[in-house]
């Protein structure tokens, strides 16, 4: 808005409305005054130029994003806590019992145990917000002691632990919101409910699947996973609570019977030929294939919620090959033994299984 407020324009301003009897050459008295007064005037329209944009959803960033978004009642998603299954043996391998609120470590990070599954399988929660609680698996050391305990392992994420959301995904929801008005019980009303839940990363909404009055929303989780079946109750039962269903007293209007299941995972096994550059092996691309492919069906995931069904599509996988340093041409590209594309139901997403590279 004020970008042509520069220190030249400011100072050739500031200039032009003194005489032209005065010296005004580079270093007389007045340049000097003027030159020191236009640097401040530059830098309070610099200033102006940068409240502006923050006065503005699509341009604004951080804590003003947040204070503008919260004026429509779109507050930024904070961070939550990874919850993952502990397994708990004694010294004959057995499973065992630990008490609840036991403390364990793995790395940096500690997990305290919050509610029992089964005999010697706990839900246990990370003491730190945000995704690295989802990242570590192995062996658990007990910081409380626990008799007869032997050994405990870091399993399963069971709820996907969440970093605060960033300013882009905050901004693309308040215009979600804005522009596709949710309200009582509407397909955005749905996804805005749901996608709020601690864990979820995406939902679509299937209205009247079964009926009149019946709703199934289909999630997966914020690591973009298949959700794991207590993250799945979790939704349910704020939702709409399996015991007295449609009486409204979950989130869910009044008389709407809303079924919460999560996304289907298909394996996708990947064999392809390879040519590559002189003195280049299969060995030396292996990973970095396989690294290429992961990407692709990382991202397909993570569109998953937008799209009426994904296609997973040998193009695109033979175009990521081809930017693998060493490859030079790609053919023969198969997806489960077959040369075709792979068309995933709406409720289902891709795994990568199997990545077999010819020479």
Same mark, same amino acid.
């Given at each position: 808005m004020y970008e042509h407020k520069t220190f030249e324009s400011l100072l050739e301003q500031m200039l032009d409305y003194i005489r032209n009897d005065v010296d005004k050459r580079e270093g007389s008295l007045v340049y000097s005054s003027s030159a020191a007064a236009a640097v401040i005037f530059a830098q309070l329209y610099a200033d102006l130029t940068i409240n502006d944009r923050?006065?503005?959803?699509?341009?604004?960033? #951080?804590?003003?994003?947040?204070?503008?978004?919260?004026?429509? &009642?779109?507050?930024?998603?904070?961070?939550?806590?990874?919850?993952?299954?502990?397994?708990?043996?004694?010294?004959?391998?057995?499973?065992? @019992?630990?008490?609840?609120?036991?403390?364990?470590?793995? &790395?940096?990070?500690?997990?305290? $145990?919050?509610?029992?599954?089964?005999?010697? /399988?706990?839900?246990?929660e990370c003491?730190?917000? #945000?995704?690295?609680?989802?990242? /570590?698996?192995?062996?658990? +050391?007990?910081?409380?002691?626990?008799? &007869?305990?032997?050994?405990?392992? +870091?399993?399963? %994420?069971?709820?996907?632990?969440?970093?605060?959301?960033?300013?882009?995904?905050?901004?693309?929801?308040?215009?979600?919101?804005?522009?596709?008005?949710?309200?009582? &019980?509407?397909?955005?009303?749905?996804?805005?409910?749901?996608?709020?839940?601690? #864990? %979820?990363?995406? $939902?679509? $909404?299937?209205?009247?699947?079964?009926?009149?009055?019946?709703?199934k929303c289909t999630i997966i989780a914020s690591d973009f996973s298949p959700p794991s079946p207590e993250l799945v109750d979790e939704v349910q039962t704020i939702m709409d609570p399996e015991v007295n269903q449609g009486k409204g007293l979950g989130l869910a209007p009044v008389g709407h019977h809303v079924t919460i299941m999560g996304a289907k995972d298909v394996t996708v096994n990947v064999e392809t030929t390879v040519i590559l550059a002189a003195g280049t092996t299969i060995g030396?691309?292996?990973?970095?294939?396989?690294?290429?492919?992961?990407?692709?069906?990382?991202?397909?995931?993570?569109?998953?919620? @937008?799209?009426?069904?994904?296609?997973?599509?040998?193009?695109?996988?033979?175009?990521?090959?081809?930017?693998?340093p060493g490859v030079v041409d790609v053919k023969d590209t198969k997806l489960n033994g077959v040369s075709e594309n792979i068309d995933l139901d709406a409720e289902e997403i891709p795994t990568q299984g199997q990545v077999v590279i010819n020479g």
């Open positions: 923050l006065s503005f959803a699509d341009t604004s960033s #951080g804590e003003y994003l947040s204070r503008r978004t919260a004026e429509h &009642g779109v507050n930024r998603y904070g961070a939550s806590k990874a919850r993952r299954k502990g397994l708990f043996f004694n010294n004959e391998g057995k499973p065992v @019992d630990v008490p609840i609120g036991t403390r364990f470590s793995i &790395g940096d990070l500690n997990y305290i $145990v919050l509610s029992r599954i089964e005999k010697g /399988q706990y839900a246990l003491e730190v917000t #945000g995704v690295v609680g989802n990242e /570590q698996f192995g062996t658990l +050391l007990p910081i409380d002691y626990v008799e &007869g305990l032997s050994r405990a392992e +870091l399993a399963d %994420v069971l709820i996907p632990g969440e970093d605060e959301e960033d300013d882009e995904a905050l901004r693309l929801r308040f215009f979600e919101a804005v522009n596709e008005k949710p309200f009582g &019980g509407n397909i955005a009303d749905y996804k805005q409910k749901i996608n709020a839940i601690a #864990g %979820v990363g995406g $939902v679509k $909404v299937f209205p009247t699947w079964r009926g009149g009055g019946t709703v030396q691309v292996q990973d970095d294939i396989e690294n290429a492919v992961s990407l692709y069906f990382s991202m397909l995931r993570r569109t998953w919620k @937008d799209e009426d069904n994904i296609t997973v599509r040998m193009a695109q996988i033979d175009a990521r090959i081809l930017t693998v």
